[in-house]
């Protein structure tokens, strides 16, 4: 089995646990003012699903084909066509496809949620110069490169969201709740992309396993082991 198709089918474990739980709904309220949204990552496709049940229209881009092919099944066995969702394969830290994106599509909301898992070794080389660009140096980046790598991509998506001139929502998942008192970083982004303002919202869950990545307990794959986790909604418009 490839590295893609591994990740798909442990992000959809989990995934699947997040909708079921109503948390890609607590998501999608924030939302409720925005029609089209254009979703950077959309995974294996729950929370593409949970936008287009409360009626959005959906643009979603993800670079993993496996997550893509699982997505697609998962929106059509609902009932769900191209009217609803358009999928495209690409990589949101290239500037031509932002490029791509921006030209050819209108949408209100750029959306980018828990990208933060996706972090494999084999990607350092490739990213490493994109990191630099965003403005991190090497020391950083060698003693956090997941948390680095998924800085670079809420960056890019809120400049994505900036140069088209719409609203961006980031969710990111970690151990505590960030308030406009206690952030240190997303605060930074408002001002670098001249968003007018910017709404903090947290959410106590749990994740199956760490999310994304299933739990090995003495040898064996273990997918009941919870973990418990904050979502934290930053909503910039
Ligand atoms: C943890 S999953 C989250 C999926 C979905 N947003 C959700 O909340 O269920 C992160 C997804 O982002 C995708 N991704 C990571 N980096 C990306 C990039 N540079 N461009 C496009 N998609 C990316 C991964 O392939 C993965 O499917």
Redesign the pocket.
Known sequence: MTD?LL??NQ?NT??QY??EKGY?SW?EEKLSSFNTVL??????????LALVEKGHQVIA????MD?ITQAKKLLSDKGYSKQNVIFIE?????DD?RNDLINRFEFDVV????????WNRKMIEY?LPFMLEYGLDRQQIAANPESS?SE??IW?ACRLASTKGVAAHI?DRGTKAITKHTDSYYYTLKDEFNFRTIEYNNKVANSISG??RMLSTNGNVNSEEKVDIVFVSILYK
Not at 111 to 118: E, K, L, Q, T
Request: with cysteine; hydrophobic share 35%; charged share 15%.
């Open positions: 893609e990740y798909a992000w989990s995934a997040f909708y890609y998501m979703e950077i990552g959309c995974g294996t496709g729950y929370s593409t881009i993800e670079k993993n997550c690409g990589d949101i830290a290239e496809i959306i980018c949620w828990n990208v933060g898992s996706y990213y790598y670079l991509i890019n969710i999310g994304g």
